[in-house]
C-alpha cells in the first residue's frame, strides 16, 4: 500500500498523531516538510510508539504512508489529526497563536 497526503493551507500546519500502530520497520509513516516527496523529511516512523506532533515551516506538509504485503492485518494502522496555525508577533515580543482548521487524514 502506498497512501499520500498533501496537506495545504494558508497557516503553518501541525500534525499530531493520537494513534499510531503499523510493523516496526516495514510499514512507515514519512512527513515532508513541504508539497512532495522531493521535499526535506522531518519524520519517520514504524512501529507502536506515537510520534510527537510536526510543524511545518511553511504551508505544506506532505504525508506518506508505505507498507509491505505482510503481516498487515494485526495492526491498526494510525490516524493523525492537522491543524493549520497562525502566530502573530506582538509589539513587546511576545505571540498569540491561533488554531484554525481541525480535520481529520
Ligand atoms: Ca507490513
Do not use: H
Amino acid at each position: 500500500m502506498d497512501c499520500q497526503w498533501n496537506i495545504t493551507s494558508n497557516a503553518w500546519v501541525e500534525l499530531t498523531f493520537d494513534r499510531f500502530d503499523t510493523e516496526l520497520y516495514d510499514d512507515y509513516v514519512t512527513v515532508y516538510d513541504g508539497t512532495s516527496l522531493s521535499s526535506p523529511v522531518i519524520g519517520r516512523f514504524s512501529g507502536s510508539s506515537r510520534p510527537l506532533p510536526l510543524i511545518s515551516s511553511g504551508k505544506n506538509l506532505f504525508v506518506r504512508f508505505t507498507t509491505d504485503a505482510a503481516q498487515n492485518r494485526q495492526y491498526k494502522g494510525f490516524r493523525a489529526i492537522y491543524r493549520g496555525k497562525k502566530r502573530y508577533i506582538l509589539n513587546d515580543g511576545k505571540y498569540v497563536q491561533y488554531k484554525r482548521k481541525l480535520l481529520l487524514l
